[in-house]
């Protein structure tokens, strides 16, 4: 994780989002496919801020299965 990791432009404002330490695994979008996409430049964002019990259930799973921590939760 990078101390001087920047936000991906493309991240909605809210909570969660994904720094530029993202390596486009896919994790994201597999564990929270309602939140998460990789836009245009290739990198995961957050389209969507949670607004279930279940799709916060689902961000707080993709933060942590993140291998370069490029999940934040604290926006």
Partial sequence: M???ARKNPLN???RYYVTDDC??????????????????????HVFKQPETPEEERQCLEALRCCCVEAIRGDG
């Fill in 12 to 14: 909605v404002q809210g």
């Fill in 23 to 44: 390596l486009a695994c896919a994790v994201c979008e597999h564990e929270a496919p309602n939140n998460f996409r990789i836009g245009e430049d290739g990198m995961s």
């Fill in 2 to 4: 990078s101390e001087e």
